[in-house]
């Protein structure tokens, strides 16, 4: 605290006055600089609290390499998406999805060719050709298996949606997904091969067959004449036969 000092001039003469110093305030003196006993609650309290925190700072770490590495997926979709298309088929999504399983090949090429260089003493780029590799067998699984997550480009409004996505990783959430497998390529030509036969089966029983008349027996053919003399005969009662008889 700070003691001022008034000084006071009467008659001629100086006189010093020194003030009283303000009282501190009522309470219990606070001590910060008290050390923490490593056992106590309060320290077990921190220890939580800093986990905690710990905790929140790797989610959120997490949750933005997670978006970030959708918004790549999605940016590789987008740009090979066809202008004029206004929707695509299953058959087409799955080869889309084929040549993304192959999106790492030149790089791969790449650090085989550096690699195969003499001269040069461990391998070069390991960790990154071994996190490709990977990726690669853990979206291969997924396509074999129950499906990849791609964008919804077989829903002609969804498309409109993805189409219009200008890479903002917030809004993500606004873009539908759907899972693509490879069993919905072999499902798909199944099914088409299926309808064309039914087709082609409907076509053939449709068309009536033609008897021509010159294919029948002798027997079978009537001419005018054997009806005439059919009608001129004389019909036989049972009486005539008793009589004969």
Same mark, same amino acid.
């Given at each position: ?6 000084? =006071? ?7 010093? +006055? ?23 609650? *309060?320290? #077990?309290?921190?220890?939580?609290? #800093?986990? /905690?925190?710990? *905790?929140?700072?790797?989610?959120? +770490? ?23 298309? !206004?929707?695509?088929? /299953? ?20 650090? #085989?060719?550096? %690699?195969?260089? !003499? ?6 780029? %390991? ?5 490709? !590799? ?5 979206? +291969? ?6 499906? @990849?997550?791609?964008?919804? =480009? ?6 409109? =949606?993805?189409?219009?996505? %200008? ?8 873009? !539908? +997904? ?13 099914? *088409? ?17 033609? *008897? ?7 027997? @079978? ?16 009662? #049972? ?7």
């Amino acid at each position: 605290h700070v003691c001022t000092i008034q000084f =006071i001039y009467t008659e001629g003469t100086k006189h010093k +006055t020194k003030l009283a110093m303000p009282k501190a305030p009522k309470g219990k003196a606070t001590r910060e600089n008290k050390a923490i006993h490593p056992y106590s609650r *309060k320290a #077990a309290q921190l220890t939580r609290d #800093a986990h /905690k925190q710990e *905790k929140k700072e790797k989610q959120k +770490t997490e949750k933005a390499l997670r978006l970030h590495l959708i918004g790549e997926k999605f940016l590789w979709f987008q740009n090979q998406l066809d202008s004029n298309k !206004k929707e695509y088929s /299953k058959i087409e999504a799955c080869y889309i999805i084929e040549r993304y399983l192959h999106r790492f090949d030149s790089e791969l090429e790449q650090i #085989a060719l550096l %690699n195969s260089i !003499k001269g040069r003493q461990g391998r070069q780029h %390991n960790s990154r050709e071994n996190v490709i !590799k990977q990726t690669i067998e853990r979206e +291969t699984l997924l396509y074999q298996g129950y499906g @990849l997550e791609i964008p919804d =480009i077989i829903n002609s409004k969804n498309l409109k =949606i993805f189409r219009e996505w %200008n890479g903002d990783l917030k809004k993500l959430p606004h873009i !539908k +997904t759907r899972k693509i497998s490879i069993k919905d390529l072999t499902c798909t030509k199944e099914t *088409k091969s299926e309808s064309q036969q039914d087709e082609q089966m409907h076509e053939s029983s449709s068309v009536p067959e033609e *008897k021509d008349e010159e294919f029948l027996p002798d027997s @079978l053919l009537l001419d005018d004449n054997d009806e005439e003399e059919e009608e001129s005969l004389p019909s036989s009662s #049972a009486e005539d036969v008793l009589e004969d008889s």
